[in-house]
């Protein structure tokens, strides 16, 4: 039979993808739509797959609208990546983001648990989780200190999906996915943001490009690489939760540099520091340990950091020069 299932935040980065990867492996794909006045199904478009998948109206905080998403779906797995990701917004937004990205976990929660306690579920974390890092290193085992908002939230996501796996035994595993980008990263988003501004710069749109903490350091991975991981951990006998991450990290400045370079520019000719880009509670470095995700789920990444921001600057130059 072909398997069936519903991603919240199908028009995100990861839910583009993942859907796609789903659809490849013969999925029927289903996904919840928050209706918005702008368009949001571009990364479908782009990766050609917006007119193979369902969409059903809803939103995670409303209860009544995910139950009747998972009685007309009836998946077999739920893929949780609906929330206000974006950690600056979380202090100019506290309350939404609470809501959206903490209690709309427990909504779906509930609804899986009403509709069908047998549905696969798997949550979206996030490395924000670890925030004022306990350990040099970050693993499933380091303490949580989320530092904004939005890992707040997450964090409460993170452990009402573990409070639920073992009070009502479903099959709930949560990823704990450091950094990851690509083409269809938001603007907002510094990789995006860098990657655009190279493009514009590039071709005489824009002359400078000012950003907040460039000494901050990342785990960077391929969006593309990481909902792998995700279908894996639905894939197994016993839910888990697994750090998703290359081990490798970088600075904000190393990344400009490498966006800078590909076009022949130098980032310290167009690079500008604004203080008003800087967090109230900055997260200095983050970078995962994935030993436990190759060992039980037999995944590693396969796309390096500077690919990947070679191929976000080809993609932007692409699309700028499209503007006209």
Known sequence: MTKRALITGITGQDGAYLARFLLDKGYEV?????????????????????????????????????????????????????????????????QLTAQVTGVGVLNMLEAIRII??????????????????????????????????????????????????????????????????????????????????????????????????????????????YVDAMWRMLQLDEPDDFVIATGRTTTVRDMCKIAFEHVGL?????????????RPAEVDILIGDPAKAKAKLDWAPTTTLETMITEMVDADMQRVAGEG
Not at 46 to 75: F, H, K
Not at 144 to 154: E, I, L, N, Q, T
Not at 266 to 278: A, C, L, R, W
């Open 116 to 225: 069908n306690p047998k549905i696969r579920f798997y949550q979206a974390s996030t490395s924000e989780l670890f925030g004022k890092i306990q350990d040099p290193i970050q693993t499933e085992n380091t303490p949580f200190y989320p530092r904004s908002p939005y890992g707040v939230a997450k964090l409460y996501g993170h452990w009402i999906t573990i409070n639920y796996r073992e009070s009502f035994d479903l099959h709930a595993s949560c990823g704990i996915l450091f950094n990851h980008e690509s083409p269809l990263r938001g603007i907002e988003f510094v990789t995006r943001k860098v990657t655009d501004a190279v493009a514009r710069i590039k071709q005489g749109k824009q002359k400078e490009l000012r950003l907040g903490n460039i000494d901050a350091k990342r785990d960077w991975g391929f969006a593309g690489d």
């Open 30 to 94: 289903f996904g919840l739509h928050a209706r918005r006045a702008t368009d949001t199904f571009w990364r479908l478009r782009y990766l050609g797959v917006e007119n193979d998948v369902t969409m059903i109206e809803g939103d995670l905080t409303d209860l009544s609208s995910l139950i009747r998403a998972a009685t007309e779906s009836q998946p077999d797995e739920i893929y949780n990546l609906g929330s206000q990701s974006f950690v600056a917004t979380s202090w100019q937004q506290p």
């Open 266 to 278: 130098n980032y310290e000719d167009h690079v500008v520091i604004d203080k008003k880009f800087y």
